[in-house]
């Protein structure tokens, strides 16, 4: 087994789930292995995470706090040539995913995006075409750069070891962070790290039992179910497609929340489809969600065929109501 050197950055100060999850692949490895980490408060996160490592590497100060291509790609190199390992995992986040390239490039390095095992005699298992085909791969260039996809593999309980040797990297950038943007906690509504992922249909949008539509009605039950339980909203592609029909819409659903063949295959440990007819389109997208559930009125929908744990046969007005007096 080759050496590897473990490449993590912080979030507020602390390593992210996706960022344990590599430490976990690297130990369940078993060979020799580097960690290295940057960010804002590199230094403390590493010395709580590098029991098991043979070198521990840390860059952090305020040019390295936040997120920007000059300066990770930076503290990248740096990092990666002071361990010398001939292989580097990293979790595949945005972070890394628009600062690695360039790092590979200048290393004269190789990359993958989208690992989803390794083994210990070098083969990787990618993703490839939005998920939908799995390969196997192995390569001669040194160094090799695997962006691990987050969620496939368990993360690793953090273990304290030996202070962080910190390196001193320079970076000249003609850009300054001026602060950051983003909407408020309660209207967030992708979440990849939340436990549910609650996925809405176009039959939300349908006429209902009285022969009207409830889209109001139907925006806010979605939305506040998905506040009280602060869980990841999704959609089908026929859902966010319909503006483009000139139908009625739910305002807040647009493409990034899409889920299946041609939108994300995410991760949660549950999910529940409501008005979604369960066809292959819809469910290839929901290959990794542990615990399946759907409600639907119609009883010989897609999800009662063997694709879901549990089906309600019901209204998804009425049971969405319940569930919010409940909660």
Not at 39 to 49: E, I, L, T, Y
Not at 114 to 130: E, I, K
Not at 170 to 178: L, P, Q, S, W, Y
Request: charged share 20%; with cysteine; proline share 5%.
């Amino acid at each position: 087994m080759e050496k590897i050197l473990v490449l993590l950055h912080t979030v507020d100060g602390a390593l992210p789930r996706a960022a344990l999850e590599v430490l976990g692949l690297a130990r369940r490895l078993g060979g020799e292995f580097d960690l290295a980490v940057l960010g804002a408060g590199a230094a403390s996160a590493a010395q709580q995470a590098s029991g098991g490592a043979s070198k521990c590497l840390a860059v952090e100060g305020d040019a390295f706090s936040v997120s920007r291509y000059a300066t990770d790609a930076a503290a990248c190199e740096a990092l990666i040539r002071a361990s010398g390992a001939p292989l580097v995992l990293a979790p595949g986040t945005m972070r890394f995913h628009r600062a690695l390239p360039g790092v590979a490039e200048r290393l004269s390095a190789a990359i993958d995006t989208h690992v989803v095992s390794f083994t210990p005699d070098g083969v990787a298992g990618r993703w490839f075409y939005r998920q939908r085909i799995e390969a196997t791969l192995r390569r001669q260039a040194r160094p090799w750069v695997l962006l691990v996809e987050p969620g496939s593999e368990a993360p690793a309980e953090p273990a304290a070891g030996a202070a962080p040797e910190v390196l001193d990297v320079a970076c000249d950038t003609r850009t300054a962070v001026e602060g950051q943007s983003a909407p408020l906690a309660g209207e967030q509504t992708i979440r990849p790290d939340a436990p549910l992922l609650f996925v809405a249909g176009a039959g939300w949008t349908k006429k209902q039992k009285d022969g009207a539509v409830h889209t109001d009605e139907a925006a806010g039950l979605i939305l506040d179910f998905v506040r009280r339980t602060q869980c990841s909203l999704g959609s089908s592609k026929s859902l966010v497609d319909l503006s483009g029909e000139g139908q009625a819409v739910l305002p807040f659903l647009t493409h990034l929340h899409q889920v299946g063949q041609t939108g994300s295959s995410p991760r949660h440990r549950k999910g529940l489809a409501t008005c979604c007819h369960g066809e292959e389109p819809h469910v290839v997208g929901w290959r990794f969600i542990q615990e399946r559930r759907a409600v639907n009125l119609d009883p010989n929908c897609g999800w009662t065929r063997g694709k879901a744990d549990v089906v309600y046969v019901a209204d998804a007005f009425e049971v969405m109501r319940e569930l919010l007096r409940l909660l």
